[in-house]
């Protein structure tokens, strides 16, 4: 059984990050399919290769010399080079780089750069076998990842290989040009490969212990998650908790390959895992995690009878999918109904509230803007009486207005709509109820 192993930019920013990303992966030998970022912050206030890689791409198109624009990225490469002793040269890839930068290759192949250049390091350093992900990461003509081609395609290229470097973040179009996923998308990388050679687990290193309970510039020094599931991880990750790209658990998700979430820079510890089914036993918390999300306006329609009227949902629903408006939450009564939008999505409809009355042909609408939502998520709610009534009183001792009460039937989460300025104060308050009165 192999294990996929993942580095982020900052376990890979320097040289000492190198001898530690080393270590690890020496230290267990199921340790065999490596994916590295490009070299992210070295120091608050660094800039990570990939910036860098944008901008000088970006300085090539206003006319500037490509070569000369490069240099600090060589330089970093080099120094990475020169420190861990090695003897390559990256001289050839950086002429044939700016070169391309000067024939306009495009953003993304400009950014895939960093990766592609680290793999090679790395790759060297560990006296792994280098793939480029150009040669097993698939896009269709339409932009979207090509999941049945890739996996069938890297499957049999890692097959012939004991170990390996595969660069993260890219991948190739059906005309072979470069495209990249959405920023942080290594981890979508790490979970392709993982999936591919059928991984017992995916590993993905960092600079942190793991997902927080909470997030820590909200909460001081939260607990950190031991064991969450893909569909916990789901409710928290959608509503902004960050550390894994968000698309990156599902190829791995279906497999049935757990992720672990581990520490570069404290790799004795265990990190959270991710887990498609919860472990047997009691939780030690009923509350797995709380994240949130500002920015929200809710428009509320009441009609007389709306109980019986036929199709007035729908109505509403088909004109939101027609103006292309995304809901979050549709929390309704017998004659009302909410709708819960992204403030930017209804900004960017101005009609809207016009138009649902025409469909709708309502007694009363109003709309309220600056409103956060925060989701308490757990699978120990389900066997737990009384969560829903902590929440809410850790809420009324703080005097925080709860404007929206939703709970998914899974009874997984429960999500709450606040005022926006009531969302730290909110945030802590069902931390502390939950966390440390346990
Ligand atoms: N290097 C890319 C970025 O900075 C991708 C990644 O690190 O996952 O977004």
């Known amino acids: 059984m192999a294990k996929v192993v993942k580095f982020g930019g900052s376990s890979l920013a320097d040289a000492n990050q190198f001898r530690k990303v080393a270590d690890i992966i020496r230290s267990d030998k199921e340790r065999r ?88 390091i790395l790759a060297n350093y560990l006296g792994f076998p280098f793939i480029d992900a150009a040669k097993g990461i698939f896009f269709k003509a339409n932009g979207e990842f090509d999941a ?80 969450i599931t893909y569909r916990e991880l789901r409710e928290l990750s959608y509503m902004g908790a960050g550390v894994l790209h968000q698309d990156a658990i599902f190829p791995v998700r279906n497999a049935r390959i757990p992720i672990n979430i581990r520490n570069t820079n404290d790799p004795s510890a265990k990190g959270t895992m991710i887990v498609h089914d919860a472990p047997k036993g009691k939780n030690e918390h009923i509350i797995t995690g709380i994240a949130g999300k500002k920015n929200f306006s809710a428009v509320a329609i009441e009609k007389d009878e709306m109980n019986g009227e036929i ?26 109904m909410t709708l819960i939008i992204d403030s930017d999505d209804l900004k960017a409809h101005p009609n809207f509230v016009e138009r649902v009355k025409e469909v709708s042909c309502p007694n009363h609408i109003e709309v309220e803007h600056d409103l956060a939502l925060i989701a308490v998520v757990g699978r120990g709610m389900k066997a737990t009486k009384g969560t829903a009534t902590r929440i809410f009183a850790a809420l009324s001792h703080a005097n925080i207005n709860i404007k929206m009460i939703d709970q998914g039937s899974s009874e997984l989460n429960i999500i709450i709509g606040i005022n926006e300025d009531d969302f730290d104060e909110a945030i802590r308050v069902i931390y502390n109820m939950f966390m440390l009165q346990e």
């Open 148 to 227: 049945d081609l890739t996996d069938a395609t890297l499957a049999a290229i890692l097959e012939g290989y004991g170990r390996a470097v595969i660069p993260g973040f890219y991948g190739a179009n059906p005309d072979g040009s470069i495209r990249t996923f959405s920023r942080g998308g290594s981890d979508f990388t790490g979970s392709v490969v993982a999936k591919a050679i059928g991984a017992e687990l995916y590993e993905n290193w960092t600079d942190v212990p793991g997902f927080a309970v909470a997030d820590p510039r909200i909460v001081k020094d939260p607990k950190f998650i031991d064991v």
């Open 311 to 336: 199709g007035f949902l729908r109505r509403i629903l088909t004109l939101m999918d027609v103006e292309k408006i995304n809901f979050e939450h549709i929390p309704t009564g017998i004659d009302t």
């Open 33 to 120: 399919y490596v994916v590295p970022s490009a070299p992210g912050k070295r120091f608050s206030g660094d800039t990570k290769v990939t910036d860098m890689l944008y901008k000088c791409y970006d300085e090539v198109c206003g006319g500037a010399n490509a070569v000369a624009s490069f240099l600090p990225i060589a330089d970093r490469y080099n120094g990475i080079i020169s420190d861990l002793g090695l003897t390559i040269s990256l001289d050839r890839e950086f002429e044939e780089i700016t070169d391309n930068f000067t024939k306009r290759a495009g953003r993304d192949y400009a950014a895939s750069r960093g990766e592609y250049l680290n793999g090679i």
